[in-house]
Every structure is written in structure tokens, then in C-alpha cells.
């Protein structure tokens, strides 16, 4: 059970690569809407998936997005196993800069772990977890969409929604779906580890100009059913300087 949940944790830590500064150091096209988390250009049925990242990218703080330096969020998570309606409820911290991410989760007496990605190894107090590289998944990869060797394709539209899909070099993948009036990302589907995480984004807040969403819903679909993990961050801190010894492998 434990492994399962942390499973569904490290699905939040990929999600969380999208508010970190993935892009850090890497050339991108300017994406229009300026610096500020304004909503991107309306996107329309006929808007090309590339035009539809940009303007997801606009969406959530354009440059301010791309360029930021470390994100820090505090907060409860609820816990939800396959078909029960009880929450195991517990706290968070994910510490991001750069390709560098710390998460520590505990909620007592159910899970309580760690997980630290120092940018060429990763570490769990869980064994058999591994946190993934933070640029290859999620909004981390939608901030590359537009580098040599990345393809964004079209997929079905879902409902009021349409879709996209960003794929890098090495075939890793992550499924976009976007409000059309804002271009804000409302949900994104990534497969890892033979599993497809989905996260819905419920509430989203903006921190000096850059879009944070402050509430949000995992899903991981297993053979025992849907696992689900609510997150409602409390606190926000971004490009605060951290320093190298919170990444430290024990």
C-alpha cells in the first residue's frame, strides 16, 4: 500500500516540475501575451498545437514562467485508496530549482517518506521509488516544446477543452488539455513507469506574475482501481535562493 501511494506522490513531484525553472539556461521562442500570467490568445478550432503551446506558455507567465529560478510549496494533501471514500490526510514540501527537486510528504501512521533529485541522482527513503528527471514531464516539457528534435501533435478535443501532445527526443510524452478563452492548462496526462498519472489543476493562483495552481487533483488509474491524492498548497515561495546542501544525497 505504501509503495502504491508513494507511487501517486511521484506523480505530484512530475506535476510540480511545471512550475520550476526546467528552462533555466535553454533557448526558447519568446510566447506571446508578454511577461505577466494574463490569459494567453483565445484559442480557436482551428489554433495549431504549436500556436496552442505558446499560448499555454503565455498563459502562465510567458517569460517570468520560463526563467524561474526555484519554487518552494507547503501544504495538505488528502489520500484516497481504490474504492473508499475515507482520505488519509498528511502534509507536504516540494522544494524545485532548476533540474533539482526535494519532496517530503507525511501523513502518519498510513506513509511518510522522502524523495530528493539532485539533478544526476535520485534518492527515496521508499525503496523501489525513484523520482524522475524534473524537464522531461509535464509542464517542464511543454517549456522545451519549440527546441530541435520536440514534437507537439493534435489530439481529440475534450469537451469545452482542446488538446495537445509534447513529445521530446527520447519519446517521453505529456497530453496538454487547454481552456480555450484563457489558454491556462487545466489537466495533462503523462505516462511513467507503466502507469499514466492525470492531474486536473481546480484552482490556480498568480505569484509575481507567474501562474501556480493551488489546488489540484492526481489520479493514478492501477489494477485495483483509481488512486487520488488532493493537494491544496498553503504557501508559496518563488526564485528564493536555495542552497545545493537541500539536494544533498543522504
Same mark, same amino acid.
Given at each position: 500500500?505504501?509503495?502504491?501511494?508513494?507511487?501517486?506522490?511521484?506523480?505530484?513531484?512530475?506535476?510540480?516540475?511545471?512550475?520550476?525553472?526546467?528552462?533555466?539556461?535553454?533557448?526558447?521562442?519568446?510566447?506571446?501575451?508578454?511577461?505577466?500570467?494574463?490569459?494567453?490568445?483565445?484559442?480557436?478550432?482551428?489554433?495549431?498545437?504549436?500556436?496552442?503551446?505558446?499560448?499555454?506558455?503565455?498563459?502562465?507567465?510567458?517569460?517570468?514562467?520560463?526563467?524561474?529560478?526555484?519554487?518552494?510549496?507547503?501544504?495538505?494533501?488528502?489520500?484516497?485508496?481504490?474504492?473508499?471514500?475515507?482520505?488519509?490526510?498528511?502534509?507536504?514540501?516540494?522544494?524545485?530549482?532548476?533540474?533539482? @527537486?526535494?519532496?517530503?510528504?507525511?501523513?502518519?501512521?498510513?506513509?511518510?517518506?522522502?524523495?530528493?533529485? $539532485?539533478?544526476?541522482?535520485?534518492?527515496?527513503?521508499?525503496?523501489?521509488? $525513484?523520482?524522475?528527471?524534473?524537464?522531461?514531464?509535464?509542464?517542464?516539457?511543454?517549456?522545451?516544446?519549440?527546441?530541435?528534435?520536440?514534437?507537439?501533435?493534435?489530439?481529440? $478535443?475534450?469537451?469545452?477543452?482542446?488538446?495537445?501532445?509534447?513529445?521530446?527526443?527520447?519519446?517521453?510524452?505529456? $497530453?496538454?488539455?487547454?481552456?480555450?478563452?484563457?489558454?491556462?492548462?487545466?489537466?495533462?496526462?503523462?505516462?511513467?513507469?507503466?502507469?499514466?498519472?492525470?492531474?486536473?489543476?481546480?484552482?490556480?493562483?498568480?505569484?509575481?506574475?507567474?501562474?501556480?495552481?493551488?489546488?489540484?487533483?492526481?489520479?493514478?488509474?492501477?489494477?485495483?482501481? @483509481?488512486?487520488?491524492?488532493?493537494?491544496?498548497?498553503?504557501?508559496?515561495?518563488?526564485?528564493?535562493?536555495?542552497?545545493?546542501?537541500?539536494?544533498?544525497?543522504?
Amino acid at each position: 500500500m505504501n509503495k502504491l501511494f508513494s507511487s501517486l506522490i511521484l506523480g505530484a513531484i512530475v506535476f510540480c516540475a511545471g512550475v520550476n525553472a526546467s528552462a533555466q539556461g535553454e533557448t526558447s521562442k519568446p510566447a506571446p501575451g508578454g511577461n505577466g500570467a494574463a490569459a494567453g490568445p483565445a484559442i480557436t478550432a482551428t489554433t495549431s498545437p504549436v500556436e496552442m503551446a505558446r499560448a499555454a506558455i503565455a498563459a502562465q507567465g510567458g517569460e517570468k514562467f520560463k526563467n524561474l529560478k526555484s519554487v518552494i510549496l507547503k501544504g495538505s494533501v488528502d489520500l484516497y485508496a481504490p474504492n473508499s471514500t475515507q482520505s488519509i490526510p498528511g502534509g507536504f514540501v516540494i522544494v524545485i530549482a532548476g533540474d533539482k @527537486a526535494r519532496m517530503e510528504v507525511d501523513a502518519r501512521p498510513a506513509v511518510s517518506f522522502k524523495m530528493i533529485y $539532485d539533478g544526476q541522482r535520485s534518492y527515496s527513503s521508499l525503496p523501489n521509488v $525513484d523520482m524522475p528527471p524534473m524537464t522531461r514531464f509535464g509542464m517542464g516539457l511543454l517549456v522545451k516544446f519549440d527546441q530541435p528534435g520536440y514534437v507537439v501533435s493534435t489530439l481529440p $478535443d475534450k469537451k469545452k477543452q482542446r488538446a495537445f501532445r509534447v513529445s521530446d527526443p527520447d519519446g517521453n510524452t505529456t $497530453d496538454f488539455y487547454v481552456d480555450v478563452a484563457s489558454g491556462r492548462v487545466m489537466s495533462f496526462l503523462i505516462p511513467y513507469g507503466g502507469y499514466t498519472f492525470g492531474t486536473e489543476n481546480k484552482k490556480m493562483k498568480e505569484i509575481d506574475g507567474v501562474l501556480v495552481a493551488t489546488s489540484f487533483t492526481q489520479r493514478l488509474e492501477m489494477p485495483q482501481g @483509481a488512486f487520488f491524492a488532493d493537494y491544496n498548497v498553503k504557501d508559496v515561495k518563488i526564485n528564493q535562493p536555495i542552497g545545493d546542501d537541500v539536494f544533498a544525497i543522504p
